[in-house]
């Protein structure tokens, strides 16, 4: 059973940083690809970055590049987005999202497992 618990979330300046993170409580972390998604209000669900299981691989939407970075632990069965340079636009619920995958899956729907998410704001 997969049960995704995300924390971290809060409220930071523009061109700060922040670090939210994803606990899974079950027993299966090491074999799931971990990724990390946003919604902002009245906009879709958007893809932020994806790492392998293993975390020997990620990929990052263009508009997080070289800014965010994703990692993972999988002795603590948690994965991470540290989030740096913040901008406004960056504000959105967070969502971590796990797939038992081989691959990087970015879309939503390629998702099976899902946390609450977490929310967060970037004042200007």
């Known amino acids: 059973q997969v049960q995704l618990v995300e924390s971290g979330g809060g409220l930071v300046q523009a061109r700060g940083s922040l670090n939210v993170s994803c606990r899974d409580s079950g027993r299966t972390f090491s074999s799931l690809a971990m990724g990390w998604f946003r919604q902002a209000p009245g906009k879709e669900r958007e893809f932020v970055a994806v790492?392998?299981?293993?975390?020997?691989?990620?990929d990052y939407s263009d508009s997080v590049k070289g800014r965010f970075t994703i990692s993972r632990d999988n002795g603590k069965s948690s994965a991470y987005l540290q989030m740096d340079s913040l901008k406004p636009e960056d504000t959105a619920i967070y969502y971590c999202a796990a797939k038992r995958s081989l691959l990087l899956p970015t879309r939503p729907d390629e998702y099976d497992y899902w946390g609450q998410g977490t929310q967060v704001t970037v004042s200007s």
């Open positions: 790492v392998s299981f293993g975390g020997g691989y990620t």
